[in-house]
């Protein structure tokens, strides 16, 4: 017999909702694996965020990053610099916030803030500047595809 | 001003949805840093997956975990074993089915299957077995905390 | 000036020993990203080192695993089977040792545990059971591929 | 009949050699469990390799990280900047270099550089910046423990 009445959905929702204008809101919340001996967020772990929260802005605006690299395209981490404000608990759940910038040329510049869920100061803030790379070549696109460039014009302008 | 309208959600939904009796479920999608040089996901990647469908479980059931550590209490992986049966490629969607069995004195048995979102063949199918601990003494507890006992009845009674 | 005599060496030698017949030995310690909340290895992190010993271990017999794979050939974890005994801190150092079974038709069976490098009780045991691949094909290799069958016969003999 | 002779050693020498003046010098690999999809090290391994390195070559001056945080005092990232210059393969070897520099007041500097093991341009340079903090309080100690004090001294002496 079916009960799922047995199981409310009380989790967290990993639903990615955009808001304050061109800001990609991606939900995290740390569970065991994501933590060190200090019971806080490992300091590398925020990168991984940071990757699924860019991967999910560019779905929600059509492009699906598989898809990209099934064309040859891939998008490569050139620079990533990162500011530690406070440490994020075992348990506890938090925004990942994403804007991109345009950047000079082929580089594009993904600007981060982690928040907690509730409000407050931020956990960090973060940039990280990507390429685009013709993967059968191992070079730097000079120019981006088309059907990228469209795209992507529409997570940077404003109106 | 806000214009939310040009972030459309069309990402994976994190929802926890229970159905087919005692399963509870937990949607996870392949990103970059869950995959290994052959372009799936890389084996050892499934047991964080495994982990955050239990807390995620739990809290489901009103246990949070991040309480039950703090009052001194912590479920430990004594066993684990995994079946293979075909690689997640990056990009793809996933719901980890799992459900507890009850097991033998202390021994909580967690089932696991990892199925394709879209239905079909599954990934993976394993067994983690965990024991509560207590903390301070750092000793198996022979009786499960009270209110850990109560709500984990729900997750193994049928009805 | 130069003054390396500032930097004595004081760190674990990753060197990879023979002994105890077909045993094939790897040293690790537990480094911060290694642990978890509980200030121990997070169960997942072993199924990595474990990888690392096979490689190295393949390697100890002249087979270069990127080599391999760039040959066209993998080899891919079909099962895992891990037992924990006991938690290994922070700080803490153990080696993985790590033996192939002969297996049925096509199947290579490693076994592992995973001692405390000064001696005693081992904080886990485990089996991996891996197949060859034609990563062209996607498919399982009915025969190994004679250069691998050549060295892999000579971590199951006997002599 | 033990035969160890099966087994030679040809496994990387994770030996942390100092030389080139302050700096430290700490080997990797780059295995399965290191890459992803695209074939060559993920970009946040490399944060757990400057971890690595930074605690092995605190172990080479007499300090144990592990016994520090039993003391009670922990050393957090508060900054973290790096430049991925060219991609690391699987199977491919480097040295993760790093050096300390004297930073303001109670922050301690890192510089990296991870070079291919056989020479070349380097993969990635980074700076790493940390702060002591006191576990108890959870604040940053404003004067490093004496012991550290002095040790920490060694390595950014010129002599």
């Known amino acids: 017999m079916r009960n799922s009445e047995h199981l409310p959905t009380g989790a967290i929702q990993n639903r990615v909702v955009a808001e304050d204008g061109l800001w990609f809101e991606y939900p995290v919340r740390a569970h065991p694996h994501h933590t060190d001996y200090?019971?806080?967020?490992?300091?590398?772990?925020?990168i991984a965020w940071m990757e699924e929260a860019r991967i999910e802005c560019l779905r929600s605006i059509g492009i699906d990053y598989a898809d990209?690299?099934?064309?040859?395209?891939?998008?490569?981490?050139?620079?990533?610099?990162?500011?530690?404000?406070?440490a994020m608990r075992l348990g506890?759940?938090?925004i990942v916030r994403t804007s991109m910038e345009p950047g000079?040329?082929?580089?594009?510049?993904?600007?981060?803030?982690?928040v907690p869920m509730e409000g407050g100061d931020p956990f960090l803030s973060a940039?990280?500047?990507l390429v685009t790379v013709d993967r059968e070549k191992g070079?730097?696109?000079?120019?981006?595809?088309?059907?990228?460039?469209?795209?992507?014009?529409?997570l940077t302008q404003t109106s």
């Open 127 to 129: 940039r990280v500047t």
């Open 92 to 94: 506890e759940t938090a």
């Open 38 to 46: 200090g019971g806080v967020v490992w300091h590398g772990q925020y």
């Open 68 to 86: 990209l690299v099934a064309l040859g395209c891939e998008l490569l981490v050139v620079e990533l610099s990162t500011r530690y404000h406070r």
């Open 139 to 154: 070079k730097i696109m000079r120019r981006l595809p088309p059907v990228l460039d469209e795209v992507l014009a529409k």
């Open 104 to 114: 000079a040329g082929v580089r594009l510049n993904w600007d981060y803030q982690i």
